[in-house]
C-alpha cells in the first residue's frame, strides 16, 4: 500500500526515464507526493504516467536547457527538487578522448546545478522545500575513464553546497544536499563504467565487483532519497552513498 509521507506535496525528478530518477520517481510517488518527471525520452514517462495516472505529470526536455528550471519552478511550485539527469560519459583513457567527448558533463550535470540552483534561489523556492543534487563517488576520488565526469560531479556539488550557503544566509529556509552514489552496475551508466575498469584491471566483471563490495541498488538509492526528502535532520551538505552507509561528508 503506498504511505502517505509526502501527501500534498510536488516534486520534480530529472532523469526520470531510467536508472536511478526512475526509480526515485516511484519511491516518490509512493510516498504520496506528485511527480513531474523530466526526461528527453517520452516513452518511458508516458509509462510512468500510466502506472500511476494524474499523481505523475512529465515534461520531454532536456535538464540542461537553461529556460527549464524557471519555467518548471513557476508552473509547478515544487517542494522538492531532484536534479538526477546527466549525461552518460564516453568510456576511454585521456589520451583517446577529445576535448568534446572529455567536457561531455560539464554541458549537461553542471549546467543543469548551475542553472535549477540559481532558479531555486531566485524565485525563491518556499521555505521548507529541499533540492537534492546528484553527484557521484567519482567526485571524491576521480574517474580516469570516463573524461571530465568526476571533475563535473565534484562541481555539481561545489554549486549545491554554494546554494546552500546562499540560502542560509538570506533565511530562506531551503536545503540543498548533494548525494556521491558509488560506482555500481545497477544503473546503464555504472554498469559501463564497471566493465571498462574491469577490462583495465585485467578482470572479470564479477571479480572487479567484489573488490567493490555490495551492489548499490537503485531501489536502495531510491529508498535513501525518499529518507532525505523527508527527514530534514540529514542537514549535511553532502553524503557518500553506498550499499551499506550513508556518511556525511566535510
Same mark, same amino acid.
Given at each position: 500500500?503506498?504511505?502517505?509521507?509526502?501527501?500534498?506535496?510536488? /516534486?520534480?525528478?530529472?532523469? $526520470?526515464?531510467?536508472?536511478?530518477?526512475?526509480?526515485?520517481? *516511484?519511491? &516518490?510517488? @509512493?510516498?504520496?507526493? @506528485?511527480? %513531474?518527471?523530466? $526526461?528527453?525520452?517520452?516513452?518511458?514517462?508516458? #509509462?510512468?504516467?500510466?502506472?500511476?495516472?494524474?499523481?505523475?505529470?512529465?515534461?520531454?526536455? #532536456?535538464? $540542461?536547457?537553461?529556460?527549464?528550471?524557471?519555467?518548471?519552478? %513557476?508552473?509547478?511550485?515544487?517542494?522538492? %527538487?531532484?536534479?538526477?539527469?546527466?549525461?552518460?560519459?564516453?568510456?576511454?583513457?585521456?589520451?583517446?578522448?577529445?576535448?568534446?567527448?572529455?567536457?561531455?558533463?560539464? @554541458?549537461?550535470?553542471?549546467?543543469? /546545478?548551475?542553472?535549477? /540552483?540559481?532558479?531555486?534561489?531566485? &524565485?525563491?523556492?518556499?521555505?521548507?522545500?529541499?533540492?537534492?543534487?546528484?553527484?557521484?563517488?567519482?567526485?571524491?576520488?576521480?574517474?580516469?575513464?570516463?573524461?571530465?565526469?568526476?571533475?563535473?560531479?565534484?562541481?555539481?556539488?561545489?554549486?549545491?553546497?554554494?546554494?546552500?550557503?546562499?540560502?542560509?544566509?538570506?533565511?530562506?529556509?531551503? *536545503?540543498?544536499? /548533494?548525494?556521491?552514489?558509488?560506482?555500481?552496475?545497477?544503473?546503464?551508466?555504472?554498469?559501463?563504467?564497471?566493465?571498462?575498469?574491469?577490462?583495465?584491471?585485467?578482470?572479470?566483471?564479477?571479480?572487479?565487483?567484489?573488490?567493490?563490495?555490495?551492489?548499490?541498488?537503485?531501489? @536502495?538509492?531510491?529508498?535513501? %532519497?525518499?529518507?532525505?526528502?523527508?527527514?530534514?535532520?540529514?542537514?549535511? $551538505?553532502?553524503?557518500? &552513498?553506498?550499499?551499506? #552507509?550513508?556518511?556525511?561528508? #566535510?
Amino acid at each position: 500500500m503506498p504511505n502517505t509521507l509526502l501527501d500534498g506535496t510536488k /516534486a520534480i525528478v530529472t532523469g $526520470a526515464s531510467r536508472g536511478f530518477g526512475l526509480a526515485v520517481a *516511484r519511491e &516518490l510517488l @509512493h510516498a504520496g507526493a @506528485h511527480v %513531474v518527471g523530466v $526526461a528527453r525520452s517520452e516513452s518511458a514517462l508516458r #509509462d510512468l504516467r500510466d502506472e500511476h495516472g494524474d499523481t505523475f505529470d512529465f515534461e520531454v526536455a #532536456d535538464a $540542461a536547457d537553461p529556460s527549464l528550471p524557471d519555467r518548471l519552478l %513557476v508552473r509547478h511550485r515544487p517542494q522538492i %527538487v531532484i536534479l538526477n539527469a546527466g549525461a552518460t560519459p564516453v568510456v576511454r583513457p585521456i589520451q583517446e578522448q577529445t576535448w568534446e567527448t572529455f567536457s561531455t558533463n560539464w @554541458h549537461t550535470d553542471v549546467r543543469q /546545478a548551475f542553472n535549477f /540552483a540559481r532558479a531555486s534561489l531566485s &524565485l525563491p523556492l518556499e521555505p521548507g522545500s529541499t533540492v537534492v543534487t546528484i553527484s557521484s563517488g567519482a567526485a571524491l576520488r576521480g574517474s580516469p575513464l570516463s573524461g571530465g565526469y568526476a571533475g563535473a560531479k565534484a562541481t555539481a556539488r561545489f554549486i549545491s553546497a554554494y546554494a546552500g550557503a546562499e540560502a542560509t544566509l538570506r533565511s530562506l529556509g531551503l *536545503r540543498f544536499v /548533494a548525494l556521491l552514489p558509488q560506482l555500481t552496475p545497477a544503473t546503464d551508466l555504472g554498469a559501463a563504467g564497471v566493465a571498462g575498469y574491469a577490462e583495465r584491471a585485467g578482470l572479470s566483471i564479477e571479480a572487479y565487483q567484489d573488490q567493490l563490495g555490495p551492489v548499490l541498488t537503485t531501489e @536502495h538509492f531510491a529508498k535513501t %532519497v525518499g529518507d532525505v526528502v523527508i527527514d530534514d535532520s540529514y542537514s549535511a $551538505a553532502a553524503y557518500l &552513498l553506498t550499499a551499506t #552507509d550513508l556518511r556525511p561528508l #566535510d
